[in-house]
């Protein structure tokens, strides 16, 4: 005596299986650019504005085929100066901007993601 039995919902879940990556990887880049944005604008702020320019060469970028963000300063002619603020000199005290910035949204990341990717998905936020 054979048996049969029929899985319900089996396609719709194939379907939801081929989608997985293509959400992840949309999420991820989501993810990376929301995570630079902020972190950008909170060195922004922090970052003293005595003339404005290491504040304006400030910039992220997100390379997406990688899955890599990174924001700083790419400017050739700020770019020893951010390093003395950031860190200071013998004879300027340190005024962190990036690394602040950085751990303050460290953790955001995985929450963004995690949200983006159930988005993706078609499970909400």
Avoid at 18 to 44: D, G, K
Avoid at 64 to 85: I, K, N, S
Wanted: aromatic fraction near 8%.
């Amino acid at each position: 005596m054979a048996r049969r039995s029929r899985l319900e919902g089996l396609g719709r879940a194939l379907r939801a299986v081929e989608r997985i990556p293509e959400a992840m990887n949309t999420a991820r880049t989501e993810a990376l650019h929301e995570w630079a944005e902020n972190v950008q604008t909170t060195a922004e702020d922090k970052v003293p504005r005595d003339e404005g320019d290491l504040w304006q060469s400030l910039d992220h970028r997100v390379t997406e085929q990688y899955g890599r963000a990174e924001v700083g300063v790419w400017d050739p002619g700020q770019l020893e100066y951010a390093l003395y603020v950031e860190k200071g000199t013998s004879s300027m005290a340190d005024q962190p901007y990036l690394v602040p910035a950085f751990n303050e949204h460290r953790r955001q990341v995985v929450r963004t993601y995690r949200a983006a990717f159930r988005r993706h998905m078609g499970g909400g936020e």
